[in-house]
């Protein structure tokens, strides 16, 4: 049947094939006629639509037919033709949503990596019937479960950008999948989601639309949410929130620009407000001279003229007086200038209208709270006759006069003398073992939740992810360049969250294939090789990109010594990078890590054609000379291997003790190795548990650095701590649960030259 429809050469061929033949097919003949007419491009709707009025081949019948069809669409728009005919009416569409919404993340991900996933979504064209259709789509398969469907999760927040006509279609559109959004982060759904990830996204996209400028759906999406949900958001968030959004004083005048473009919410004056207590409270404790920095910008490009600007038309709120007398009466604590130029932009606004008629006391009333409350603080202010006539005529409007108490009382900003340098920030310390947090596994991810773990417990490491300064941006449009965006924002998560547990979403969908969209185990030693490969391709400089090499990389060269040779001289080879050392097993029955790393760079006598003496001959040995080793080494005990007689991967179950402390000294006696720098450490290491490379788990053991001891297992969500000794610990791991990598700290913190 599919090779019938496909002979036809036109639209109107093909469509009459599929009437005439809509009836008495087999499942093979049903699934080949969909999987042809997804191939078709815009031709391919046409016949979609037409399949779906006939129910061509019943196809929600069979849901296992189903899923086989689904995996064949090639567009969002084919999808929402199966959309707009799925609906309550068929009996256990719930799994048809979910088939619908895999395939959706599938095609996402490839949109995203081609880089065209704007166009693919309609959510750049002028057509609102098109965008309306893609986020009807976006609502219909997220309403409940986003557990199967993360990847929209994160582009449902774009709409908000895109639909900006004032129309009640678009308001009725926006409003709907806000309420989507807050279903899913108020745990209403079906799925067992973690709503710390969920409203750490919502809240993030939030600030991101802001700092883009996106106004009408931004509104509409914080009409709908409660102030103390707000405030929770913010505060208990605090840190993370600073460190990757309100950094500097140019990024959070435009972000707090955005939040009021639209309109003076109440709502966005709340967050406001709250930032503004954030950095004051900082600026308290940590004599940070950045947040008071960032204070007095805000105040004199936004507080002046967004808001005491715009005083006389303003609805004033408590929340709006109580944001102006932070600012007005904190200021003039510590720098006058703004605050005369205050007052006097103050009464200049209110003296415009001070003689209208229309002026009602819902409109006098809250003007001469304001100005009760900046008098209650300067007193000397009716010294000056423009606000003493000023104050005098609200206060005779006022019918009632309104005690100041209504308002937060204000008083002047108090701190100590700031310091002129910065003090290192709290998510810099060595965190406490009770306060770590564990990753959600997202299907098979605990080789990617183990090396995250591994990776954030290498200190020298997370400071540097912490410290890096990366630019707001709504939308990646490729995973490599959000990677370290990714990676900033779940370490700030981990170090900042203290219940609960995070999420790694948007960081599996920045990584390379097939880890970005697949639920496939992967094996952790070639996932770390790849991962820090790209994090090194895409670091942003070169004096970063130097910090990872000596971190993470060491440097090597091949040898090649021929005895066939009259003379023989060593050839070298060029100095290569490379990621960790490979430990092979061998036939001895003492085993230990030293010989094992003795063993990978011994030579390897082999059979080659010598560039000297032209001869092919066996005489040749080939190795690896160090060069050097980076300060953080991981070794991979490569416990995998085929056997031929099964023609399956069977694993290595041989104990190897663990060497807790490792002097390349004894391994390379010859080099005359610096003792201060060859020394490593071992304070992280992932175990397999399982008895083949088929199936298993991977768990992050680490130490905990200032508490020699004390080891934390991150095995998942889940956070055990032990009290072992390093002795009691290797006896504690019982056969199944083999160190698989192992991960090494430089006492010195340096790499390790090797003097050849």
């Not at 399949?51 to 296992?64: M, T, V």
Request: with cysteine; hydrophobic share 35%.
């Amino acid at each position: 049947m599919d090779k019938i429809i496909a002979s036809a050469t036109s639209v109107q061929e093909k469509l009459k094939a599929l009437e005439q033949s809509c009836k008495g097919l087999n499942q093979q003949e049903i699934e080949g006629v969909y999987k042809h007419i997804h191939t078709l491009g815009e031709d391919s709707l046409v016949l979609l639509n037409q399949a779906q009025k006939i129910n061509f081949g019943n196809i929600f019948s069979d849901l296992q037919l189903f899923k086989r069809v689904r995996e064949s669409i090639r567009e969002l728009d084919q999808i929402c033709i199966y959309l707009n005919y799925l609906n309550d009416r068929i009996q256990g569409y719930r799994g048809f949503l979910k088939e619908l919404g895999f395939q959706s993340e599938k095609l996402i991900m490839e949109f995203r990596q081609r880089g065209n996933i704007l166009q693919k979504l309609h959510l750049d064209t002028q057509d609102l019937s098109i965008q309306r259709q893609m986020i009807g789509l976006i609502i219909k398969l997220c309403p409940k479960d986003l557990s199967f469907n993360p990847e929209l999760f994160q582009l449902m927040l774009i709409p908000f950008k895109c639909l900006q006509q004032q129309n009640r279609q678009d308001i009725e559109l926006l409003d709907s999948l806000a309420s989507v959004l807050l279903s899913q982060c108020d745990g209403k759904g079906e799925a067992d989601q973690n709503q710390v990830h969920d409203w750490m996204c919502l809240i993030s996209g939030i600030v991101q639309h802001a700092y883009e400028g996106n106004t009408l759906g931004l509104n509409i999406l914080l009409s709908k949410i409660k102030q103390d949900y707000l405030s929770d958001l913010l505060i208990s968030n605090k840190n993370y929130m600073l460190d990757n959004y309100f950094k500097n004083s140019q990024d959070t005048i435009k972000i707090f620009q955005g939040l009021t473009s639209h309109s003076i919410s109440q709502e966005a004056i709340f967050i406001i407000k709250t930032v503004s207590q954030m950095f004051y409270d900082i600026l308290k404790d940590q004599n940070d001279e950045q947040y008071l920095h960032i204070l007095r910008e805000v105040y004199q490009e936004f507080i002046l003229t967004k808001i005491l600007e715009n005083l006389q038309m303003l609805q004033l709120t408590y929340e709006i007086i109580d944001l102006l007398l932070f600012y007005i009466i904190g200021m003039s604590s510590i720098d006058q200038e703004p605050f005369k130029r205050s007052i006097k932009l103050m009464v200049s606004r209110l003296t415009l209208n001070a003689s209208l008629k229309f002026n009602t006391t819902d409109y006098i009333t809250p003007r001469f709270q304001f100005l009760q409350m900046i008098n209650y603080n300067y007193k000397q202010l009716n010294q000056i006759e423009d606000f003493h006539k000023i104050y005098k005529y609200f206060e005779e409007k006022s019918q009632e006069k309104y005690k100041y108490t209504q308002i937060n009382k204000c008083y002047p900003w108090e701190f100590p003398t700031v310091k002129s340098q910065i003090t290192p920030k709290s998510s810099l310390q060595q965190r406490d073992s009770k306060d770590f947090v564990g990753l959600e596994n997202l299907t098979n991810t605990c080789f990617m939740n183990s090396i995250l773990q591994s990776l954030y417990m290498t200190e020298s490491f997370r400071k540097f992810v912490l410290q890096m300064q990366i630019p707001n941006s709504i939308l990646q449009l490729t995973p490599q360049t959000s990677l370290w965006n990714c990676l900033k924002k779940l370490f700030t998560q981990l170090t900042y969250q203290n219940y609960g547990y995070c999420s790694p979403y948007e960081l599996k969908r920045s990584l390379r294939q097939p880890y970005c969209n697949t639920n496939d185990q992967q094996d952790v030693g070639e996932f770390v090789h790849h991962f820090l490969e790209d994090l090194f391709e895409v670091t942003p400089n070169e004096a970063f990109k130097t910090t990872i090499g000596n971190l993470f990389f060491g440097y090597q060269r091949q040898i090649i010594k021929c005895y066939n040779c009259v003379k023989p001289q060593p050839n070298y080879g060029y100095k290569e990078k490379f990621l960790g050392i490979d430990l092979h097993f061998n036939k001895q029955n003492n085993i230990d890590i030293i010989s094992m790393i003795k063993k990978a760079y011994e030579e390897e006598q082999i059979e080659f054609t010598c560039e000297r003496c032209r001869q092919k001959t066996n005489k040749i040995y080939k190795s690896q000379q160090l060069l050097q080793l980076p300060s953080v080494l991981f070794m991979t005990l490569h416990r995998f291997t085929y056997d031929q007689n099964s023609q399956t991967m069977t694993k290595i179950l041989t104990k190897v003790p663990f060497q807790f402390q490792i002097d390349f000294r004894e391994a390379f006696p010859s080099n005359h190795l610096n003792s201060q720098d060859s020394v490593y450490n071992l304070y992280a290491f992932i175990v397999h548990l399982g008895k083949n490379s088929s199936s298993g788990h991977y768990i992050c053991y680490a130490r905990q650095l200032n508490k020699s001891d004390t080891w934390i297992a991150f095995d998942d969500t889940m956070i055990s701590v032990f009290q072992l000794s390093s002795k009691q610990l290797d006896e504690e791991l019982i056969v199944e649960e083999s160190p698989y990598l192992l991960f090494y700290q430089n006492l010195s913190g340096q790499p390790l030259i090797f003097n050849n």
